[in-house]
């Protein structure tokens, strides 16, 4: 279990991390997501003991991390920062690892072939790809067999193979009973990964729920349905006080203001056939727009600050329409298709 | 997806990853497994062990050959300090194979990013330094010996046709057992440094400026302050037991001036230690 | 429009790219998909003319690259994020390149606008984030008002917000007619952006086709089926000869039926239904039923594994991961066998829904 406590991180005049609370329990993996500059990185360094707080605490099975006696046993981090001496060998990285908290050899060549860096043990990791730096970090972080994992974008560089792997390996080690705390940028990866969600932004906490409550919060919930009567349906629809909203696709309307068991028992009792009848859900994206959406400016630029303070204001990033020079019609502001209920993909149409 | 047939670590053969705490007897372990595991850690060795030898054999060379042709003099200055003729040149030389080795070894961890591995494996940070410390001065204390020695000796059969050199004589031993000594603290002094300014080429610039420039022009310095300035620098205090002849600016003994090293190291040390606690990695 | 034939590069014995065909056409987001190692990086590097072909050719709009008389104009790539001179300002460091393809000035203006860097433009491009980077690089790469641009990896170190900007502006690019090639391993980002498809794996094209198709043919479909009383309608729905597969949840999975069909079974003995939904495999999981299936695939990696690992591996392991591309001195690769197990897919949630 992670608990952090009203922690604030102040660089000179600016707030990276503001009065923070939030705690990660074990058995599920919980997602951690913001947009850069939103302290995301700077509240992972503070957990990991990496930087000092200003105030408040960050706690690892109530201990700080700086108090552990034992601390790869107790957590393993992959950074998103590199954290390797690019003229070492994979294998004596690792073996360094080790030897601090007394992890024998044989694991060291275990947690090598786990990952799938066996054949390059011996090269120097300065001459690795990012997936396979990526993978020293897996490995690293699984080392001492912790109780807790804390991974900065581990999909990072890996390919589709890789980030399944990874994913199953994120999914069989909550089910074992330990905790995951991962943070990407990656909405649609995020939500077939995490079972629960810690939002930052602006250095302060935005939300911290499951996925779905995340995304039911945040969006509409409406129904597709599809109906060889649906004249009628829509009838009975409309005396519900049901809204009817067309779909777009010959034969179906999509229904807002009610569930899909309800519509379902609608036309049951109706007496009325259903050839189709799916919950519309936002997805985790869209989901995660609405609310940078409803906070407002939701990064900050952070001089002097770790982490990337990639948009200096994110709204400027949305390239202005009407460009005089067009070429690109304007790409649409961030946010833009928030909020309207969809399917959770719509790479199929 | 049941705990049972879970992918990982705990299905690695039961209890793999042992258990125990990162105490300080491990972190010397994985300290010296970290020196020993980098190339940079050989190269600079090895200019340390080949040119400190080549000198102490050319210099008594040219000197031997010369002999008969050389002033008076030249000769009493032979004389007086044999020990110093012969491991002067490659001292001067072979220690900055040592300084830059020094400074590697701590500040590489910043600019590769190791630090955050190393910190987040010994989260007591002073631990982990003393730890690297005592391996790496360690290290360069017994390299050092075993190569002063062995310079001497060179020296000593290079010289053996024009004057015969004593260890036993005078300050003989104490000046090639200090000519190891200075290279421990030199080393722990130069890694202090890479703590302390944390970027390779700073600091590496910085201790290679100390050696060769600032210990010198400090004697410009006119009067008293000049000679304390001068006598208290910490390379030119940890020198004096490379001799028996300082200038009449030195105000210390040879011991005297190792022990002000040794004490400048230690203040930097603290200072170190207590910068790597507050400063974030 | 990009097109290869028979585009064939090797190093030394080893083919990077094999017999290569594809046709990358304008109108639509092309995603060029494929493992660590499959040849990507070398095709793209191609199509650029950064590296010769052995054999075959890759021409742009029926040129090959290096015969191109204005190729910025034609083509914009975006391949490496850091390839700027880090002392140099994003602003001067767009004029350069605009000066040495002629174009107008203004036109640096334009682009720095659409990318969002107004306000760091005059900064040193040395301090930018990968984010920055990447759109410095997206700024460049449609500097010349191209007409074909190639992006590798578009979305690295963006944000949320960045990433919905880039996927935006690849299908503005695509709707004004525009040829848009892009490459990524994020099978989850590449569903929502592509619109077609080319798949290459150990240097050979596995598939050249619209999503939807490439989905359809490497994906297993059923019914999602949610209802009070399942107890009834689930032997109804077997007796018709469709696979009913129970779920933990209540919901039962119908594989051979249609929605329709199943929905007149309900309507008929008058049950409830609480949901109703085909759902596609998601373009993750048709992938890699793809490459599991290409036998080549795997054999790289198989021989001369330890036994160790095979032995600590539990029965549900997923594989040893594949990586490949070192950096150096080409591919190897580690144990990688498939599915071993034949454990159940996994329910993802972004299956696909709907049509």
């Not at chain 1, 990185?41 to 960050?58: E, K, Q, V």
Request: proline share 6%; net charge neutral.
């Amino acid at each position: 279990m992670i608990e952090v406590r009203d922690l604030v991180k102040r660089y000179g005049a600016t707030t990276a991390v503001d009065h923070l609370s939030f705690t990660v329990q074990p058995g599920r993996i919980t997602g951690f997501l913001g947009p850069n500059g939103a302290g995301k990185s700077t509240t992972m360094r503070l957990i990991l003991g990496l930087d000092r707080p200003t105030s408040g605490s960050a706690l690892i099975e109530g201990k700080p991390y700086r108090d552990l006696p034992d601390p790869l046993r107790h957590v393993g981090a992959l950074l998103e920062a590199r954290a390797v001496h690019g003229g070492r060998t994979a294998f004596n990285h690792l073996l360094y690892l080790a030897q601090t908290q007394g992890v024998p050899k044989r694991r060291v060549q275990q947690v090598l072939e786990l990952v799938g860096l066996q054949p390059v043990a011996n090269k120097r990791t300065k001459g690795f790809s990012l997936g396979m730096s990526q993978r020293l970090g897996i490995a690293a972080a699984l080392l001492a067999d912790p109780r807790i994992l804390i991974l900065d974008e581990p999909v990072n560089g890996l390919d589709p193979e890789g980030i399944v792997w990874i994913r199953d390996l994120m999914k069989a080690l909550a089910a074992e009973g330990r905790t995951i705390l991962v943070s990407s940028h990656l909405m649609n990866e995020m939500a077939v990964t995490a079972d629960h969600l810690v939002v930052v932004g602006r250095g302060r906490l935005q939300a911290d729920m499951p996925v779905a409550q995340f995304i039911a919060q945040f969006s509409g919930s409406a129904v597709l349905v599809r109906s060889p009567q649906l004249e009628t349906l829509r009838a009975a629809v409309a005396e519900k006080g049901w809204q009817c909203t067309p779909s777009g696709q010959e034969g179906a309307v999509v229904v807002t203001g009610t569930t899909a068991p309800e519509l379902g028992e609608l036309a049951a009792a109706r007496g009325l056939v259903l050839h189709e009848l799916t919950p519309q859900r936002a997805s985790l994206e869209e989901a995660f727009m609405e609310l940078t959406r409803e906070v407002g400016q939701f990064a900050h630029r952070a001089p002097g600050q770790p982490e990337p303070a990639d948009a200096p204001v994110p709204g400027q990033y949305a390239p202005p329409s009407g460009q005089p020079d067009a070429g690109f019609t304007a790409p649409g502001a961030p946010g833009a298709g928030a909020g309207q209920p969809r399917g959770g993909n719509d790479g199929g149409h | 997806m049941a705990a049972t047939e879970s992918v990982t670590i705990n299905t690695l053969p039961g209890n793999g990853a042992g258990s125990g705490h990162a105490h300080f007897g491990r972190l010397l372990v994985a300290e010296w497994t970290k020196l020993r595991s980098v190339r940079s850690t050989y190269w600079s060795l090895i200019t340390v062990v080949l040119a400190f030898p080549f000198f102490s054999w050319l210099i008594p060379f040219l000197i031997a050959h010369n002999w008969n042709q050389a002033d008076p003099g030249s000769r009493a200055q032979v004389l007086q300090d044999p020990v110093s003729t012969i491991i002067g040149v490659g001292i001067d030389l072979g220690q900055f194979g040592i300084a830059v080795l020094g400074v590697l070894v701590m500040a590489s961890e910043y600019s590769t990013g190791m630090i955050r591995s190393t910190v987040l494996a010994s989260p007591r940070r002073v631990r982990m330094l003393a730890a690297k410390s005592v391996v790496f001065t360690l290290l360069a204390l017994v390299i050092g010996e075993i190569v002063s020695f062995v310079a001497f000796f060179i020296g000593q059969l290079t010289f053996k046709s024009v004057l015969t050199v004593n260890l036993g004589a005078g300050t003989n031993l104490r000046e090639v057992v200090g000519a190891g000594l200075y290279l421990g603290m030199l080393a722990l002094f130069s890694m202090v440094i890479g703590a302390l300014i944390r970027h390779p080429a700073g600091a590496i610039t910085g201790v290679v400026l100390l050696l060769l420039v600032i210990s010198n022009i400090i004697q410009l310095i006119p009067g008293a302050a000049g000679k304390y300035l001068y006598s208290y620098e910490p390379t030119n205090a940890g020198a004096a037991i490379l001799t028996n002849h300082t200038s009449d600016k030195f105000l210390l003994t040879a011991w005297e001036g190792y022990a002000v090293f040794a004490g400048w190291t230690a203040l930097l040390w603290v200072l170190a230690a207590w910068l790597l606690v507050r400063r974030d990695a | 429009m990009i097109q290869a034939t028979a585009l064939t590069k090797r190093y030394g014995t080893k083919v990077a790219v094999d017999h290569a065909e594809f046709t990358v056409a304008p109108g639509k987001v092309t995603g060029f998909l494929g493992p660590n190692g499959a040849g990507k990086s070398t095709t793209m590097r191609m199509i650029l003319g950064l590296d010769r072909p052995t054999s075959g050719s890759v021409t742009i709009n029926g040129i090959p690259y290096d015969k191109l008389a204005a190729p910025l104009r034609e083509v914009g790539a975006l391949l490496d994020a850091k390839a700027v001179h880090g002392g140099r300002s994003a602003y001067n460091h767009l004029q350069v390149l605009a000066k040495a393809n002629g174009l107008p000035r203004a036109r640096v203006d334009t682009v720095i606008d659409l990318v969002g860097l107004h306000s760091v433009a005059k900064k040193r491009a040395g301090g930018f984030s990968l984010g920055m980077g990447q759109r410095l690089g997206i700024a460049a790469a449609l500097l010349g008002d191209p007409g074909i641009v190639m992006f590798d990896e578009p979305v690295n170190g963006l944000d949320p917000e960045g990433i919905l900007w880039i996927r935006n502006l690849m299908k503005a690019l695509a709707a004004e007619g525009r040829t848009v090639f892009v490459s990524s391993h994020l099978m989850s980002e590449m569903a929502l952006t592509a619109d077609h498809l080319v798949v290459i794996g150990l240097g050979r094209i596995l598939a050249d086709e619209p999503m939807a198709e490439f989905i359809a043919k490497n994906s297993v479909s059923y019914v999602l089926v949610r209802s009070p009383q399942m107890a009834d309608l689930a032997p109804k729905l077997a007796l018709r000869g469709w696979r009913v597969e129970m779920q933990g949840d209540g919901s039962a999975h119908v594989y051979d039926a249609k929605p329709s069909q199943i929905g007149d079974v309900a309507g008929t003995e008058q049950l409830w239904l609480h949901e109703l939904t085909l759902v596609h495999s998601s373009l993750e999981e048709a992938f890699m039923r793809l490459t599991a299936s290409s036998v080549e695939y795997h054999a790289g990696g198989t021989a001369g594994t330890g036994t160790t690992q095979d032995a600590a591996k539990p029965p549900s392991s997923p594989d040893a991961p594949v990586w490949g591309e070192a950096a150096g001195d080409g591919r190897a690769q580690p144990p990688a066998e498939p599915d071993p197990s034949g454990q159940p897919p996994t329910p993802y949630q972004n299956s696909e829904r709907g049509q």
